[in-house]
């Protein structure tokens, strides 16, 4: 199975993903509209019933904003497209519901990498404070242990409108700690829409095309159920490289990824290591230009610097053999030691508010 | 498969289930001490860890009293011996957990029963009313659905403790209702020894023989989590026939059974119908003398009549022949219509304690 969501596979090729699964490409016209850098920049690549959530944009009417995260290490890079999503929609007029999924990760993930529930809340007070110090606010932000009860029941409650042969078609392999925190997935996609929460309205998630199918059993299962649910949409990010050469950027393995609470020093060091398109000798480069299509470094600024114009640059004059690895190197290096110096000010801050989310 | 929970079979042979699965006879010198009519009928027949509460029992320390129904349908005399014996350890030193299992019955039995969450909710308000006219506290008595957070989390921290194919071992076949039911089974026997109730303490469940696989998995879950329980002790009650010829006493059936609010009435008429040990003519009866042992009306009186000593008579008297079918029915008849009216004039005053419960 190509797309798998317990596996870290790189996914190389999307059209053959979107024809099976039934998913659309995102339209360009719409990455005009919405004006930001995931959209303008292509990261955001494929869309289910997005059309529902452009309309309510554009008429200014309230939608569902709905994320989350599972609570199984730090927040790395990797995450923050996830929460730049986020920020934007909550931009726009949405209910917010970020998910810090901290029972998820208990019981989905090896005792190598969660080993108790404490672990993982452990983590989930970590998580938030990257949330709020990225500027989403107490009100937004849950976590599932610290949910309302109505929340739990649902989860069990849908779990009689999933059969398991579907759970196995969709899933391959199944164990109960995965079918435990699907069914938490679904609830917390789900349950906003409940009429103890917002009620019937559209709701828009972003996650990796990997995930798909959650999407898929997600949606199947808001068609079973009796409360008369709006299909949820789905918005899907390309896949984001690691650091080092045919990696995923992952917090299990530490050098692929550099964490929102890293220490700057480490992530220079990341950064010195990581995997470029240049060529074997600088001469060579400056003849031959380098290649930033297959280039971490740069792959890193496309998903995280903030001006498109600079990284357009930095594209062409790569190419042109003008602008060296090691410039480039340097750049993102002061770019990202910058955020995370004021990253790390801003997170120790919000101790307070992140232990009153946990229920602390 | 010959000990299945999720079928109706009758279990003949007890000694062989006992052999196989590793359950103890209950003892005689325990019946004797005990002074209860389950114990003293042989009503409860078999044990799992039986010995450490009856330690506490006879040192007058504190236990965990816990039992459950599921909210699929309305209380019937099949139900009162769990309640008794709850009732029965209530008056010794106990801390009481009475469950009714709405979202259990809701994701474990068909739609043609419980055909809602709604429905199970509506089931479990009356069955508090039956516990709590029968004698139950309002403090003794949980429903699911209106439980803490910290019940639910454990449900779901739990499910990572049983794999698949110990689920498909004891079970046989499985769906993902029945995995939630499982797991929100499982909180429920043990979530009262967590640190956040009553901390570790010996528990006692009663339940019928076909139950043991729960129970087996129930005590495997126990030794793998990390918090130090008590291994949970059981009871195992004899099965407890329908009124009629090859039935279990069932509220899918409902000639088979007398509810606990059933109308005088409609009581009379199922005993009138009820199977007997009787001959085919009274002259015969009264030469040869009946069967008790396979007489539903007698099996009736064994498991509900309180004074055993009449018991005891009417079987012999019924041996001999000079007690008559036509007799022993009216005395059920008495009996049953006594208690059913004193029953129902009792719960029509709970339905605000019931409603307190559920959390309405």
Chains 1, 2 share one sequence.
């Not at 005792?111 to 990257?130: M, Q, R, T, Y």
Request: with cysteine.
């Amino acid at each position: 199975m190509l797309v798998d969501p317990w596996s870290s596979t790189t996914i190389e090729n999307y059209e053959h993903v979107f024809k099976k699964f039934g998913l659309k490409r995102f339209p360009k016209k719409f990455c005009k509209e919405l004006k930001h850098y995931l959209f303008e920049r292509g990261i955001v690549v494929a869309h289910r019933d997005f059309d529902k959530i452009m309309h309510r944009i554009k008429s200014k009417k309230e939608f569902i904003n709905m994320t989350g995260i599972a609570s199984s290490g730090m927040l790395h890079f990797g995450h923050k497209v996830d929460i730049d999503l986020f920020k934007f929609f909550k931009s726009k007029k949405a209910r917010n519901y970020f998910a810090v999924c901290d029972i998820d990760a208990y019981v989905s993930r090896p005792d190598s990498v969660v080993g108790s529930l404490e672990k993982a809340k452990e983590f989930a007070l970590e998580n938030i404070k990257d949330l709020l110090a990225l500027g989403l606010d107490e009100q937004d932000v849950y976590v599932q242990s610290n949910k309302e009860t109505r929340y739990y029941e649902f989860a069990f409650e849908l779990s009689k409108k999933i059969t398991r042969s579907t759970f196995e078609a969709i899933y391959g392999h199944i164990d109960l700690g995965k079918i435990s925190a699907n069914l938490l997935q679904y609830a917390d996609i789900l349950h906003p829409q409940l009429p103890e929460f917002e009620g019937k309205m559209p709701s828009i998630t972003g996650i990796g095309l990997e995930q798909d199918p959650h999407a898929r059993a997600t949606r199947d299962i808001a068609a079973r159920l009796p409360y008369n649910l709006e299909m949820p949409s789905f918005i899907y990010f390309r896949h984001q490289s690691g650091l080092l050469e045919g990696t995923k950027m992952s917090a299990s393995k530490k050098e692929t990824a550099i964490f929102l609470s890293e220490k700057p020093e480490t992530a220079k060091r990341k950064i010195l290591n990581a995997f470029t398109g240049g060529r074997a000798t600088a001469n060579e480069q400056r003849k031959k230009g380098g290649k930033p299509e297959m280039c971490k470094v740069f792959e890193f600024l496309l998903f995280h610097y903030p001006d498109t114009k600079k990284i357009d640059k930095i594209f062409k004059d790569c190419k042109s053999g003008k602008w060296l690895c090691g410039e480039c190197k340097n750049f993102l290096i002061e770019f990202v030691q910058d955020f995370l110096e004021e990253h790390n000010a801003r997170r120790s801050r919000f101790e307070k508010t992140a232990k009153r989310i946990m229920g602390y």
